[in-house]
C-alpha cells in the first residue's frame, strides 16, 4: 500500500512513517518545515527514515504543492500536518492557523476528489471540546473550544465531513488527547519539564498546577492511528486517550522520582485558551479500532526522560 504522511518531520508524523515503513508500506512524507521550533530538530526526527528504500521525502507547503499529482495512486492518507499551539493562537497569528490547518486540509481533501483514495485520516486534537461538561468526554459531548488553535481543528473536522456528505471521501477524524514521548516538542510541558529539572532550572507551572491532563504516550498513538486504515468505520470522530490523566503535581513528582532531583517551580498566570481538565471516554476507539493503551504514565515518563536525557536535550 501507498500511504501519505503529511507533517512527517514532526514528532507524531516521524513515528508514524518509521511505524508504517516497518510494516512493508509505501511512505510518502511531506514536510515544509515550518519555524514553529528548530528545523535541525525535524531533521534528526527523518534521519532513520532517510535510510529506507520505501520512504520518500519531499520537502513542500502544502499550500503550495500540485496536490492533484501527489495523491494520485495513494491508498491512505495521514494528514498531520498543522501549526501547533494553543497559546500562540491569539491575536494576529491566527492567520498563520486558518492557513496551515484550514486551508492546507482544504486543499488536501480537495485534491482526493474523483481519486481512489481509500481513507483519509485526521489527526485532531482534545482541543476541540474546550472545558468538557462531562468527564470522561465522549465524542458525543459538543464541542466548544476555547482557543483559536481548538476551532481551527474542530473546522477542519468539519471539512472532513463536508467532503465525505459531498465527495464521498472515507475519512476517520482522530483526538489525540496530550501526547508525549522521545521526540516530543521542546515547547510541550513534558519535555520543557524535563529539561529544566535536569539543567537545576525553575519549572514554570501555569496556575495552581492542579489543572488535570489525559496524558497519552506515543507508541499507543501510533498503533491506533495504524488500525485506523483497517477498520471498516468512516466518518467518525474518535477520541485517543491515555488512560493516565493525572494532575499537574502528579507529573512533577514522578519526575523527581524519575530525575532523583527535586525541583524548583515558579507559578506563573493561567494562558487563555487552556483548559482546566480533559480525560476521554475511549469506549468507540476500543470498539472500532480495538485500542487499549498500554503504556502508563510513569512508564512513558520515564522513556522520555532517558531519551532527553541521552543526548537530545542538548538539541533543543
Not at 481513507?119 to 458525543?140: C, H, Q, R, W
Not at 515558579?266 to 498500554?294: F, M, N, S, W
Request: proline share 4%.
Amino acid at each position: 500500500m501507498r500511504c501519505l504522511v503529511s507533517g512527517v518531520a514532526g514528532f507524531i508524523g516521524s513515528h508514524l512513517a518509521e511505524r508504517l515503513v516497518r510494516d512493508g508500506q509505501e511512505v510518502i512524507g511531506i514536510d515544509c518545515f515550518l519555524d514553529y521550533y528548530p528545523r535541525e530538530v525535524k531533521e534528526e526526527n527523518l534521519a532513520g527514515l532517510k535510510k529506507s528504500p520505501n520512504f520518500h521525502f519531499q520537502e513542500a507547503n502544502l499550500l503550495e504543492l500540485d496536490l492533484p499529482a501527489l495523491v494520485q495512486k495513494t491508498d491512505f492518507i495521514f494528514h498531520l500536518a498543522a501549526q501547533a499551539g494553543v497559546r500562540a493562537s491569539w491575536g494576529e497569528s491566527f492567520s498563520i492557523y486558518t492557513e496551515n490547518n484550514i486551508r492546507a486540509t482544504q486543499r488536501l481533501l480537495e485534491s482526493c476528489k474523483g481519486q481512489k483514495v481509500s481513507k483519509f485520516i485526521l489527526a485532531s486534537s482534545s482541543s476541540v471540546y474546550g472545558d468538557a461538561e462531562e468527564m470522561p468526554t465522549s465524542e458525543n459531548s459538543a464541542p466548544k473550544p476555547v482557543s483559536p488553535y481548538g476551532l481551527s481543528k474542530l473546522a477542519c473536522e468539519h471539512l472532513c465531513y463536508l467532503y465525505w456528505k459531498n465527495h464521498k471521501i472515507p475519512y476517520l477524524a482522530l483526538r489525540y488527547f496530550t501526547v508525549y514521548g522521545p521526540r516530543q516538542r521542546p515547547d510541550m510541558a513534558f519535555h520543557k519539564f524535563l529539561r529544566s529539572a535536569l539543567h537545576g532550572k525553575e519549572i514554570e507551572i501555569y496556575g495552581d498546577g492542579n489543572q488535570t491532563r489525559d496524558f497519552t504516550y506515543i507508541s499507543d498513538i501510533i498503533n491506533a492511528t495504524v488500525k485506523s486504515i483497517s477498520t471498516d468505520a468512516v466518518a467518525e470522530s474518535v477520541n485517543l486517550g491515555g488512560g493516565s490523566p493525572a494532575t499537574i503535581w502528579q507529573v512533577l513528582n514522578i519526575i523527581e522520582e524519575i530525575t532523583g532531583k527535586r525541583v524548583r517551580l515558579r507559578h506563573i498566570e493561567e494562558q487563555k485558551g487552556d483548559v482546566r481538565h480533559t480525560c476521554a471516554d475511549i469506549t468507540k476507539a476500543q470498539r472500532i479500532l480495538g485500542y487499549a493503551p498500554q503504556v502508563r504514565l510513569g512508564e512513558g515518563l520515564r522513556k522520555q526522560f532517558l531519551w532527553q536525557k541521552g543526548g537530545m536535550l542538548d538539541a533543543y
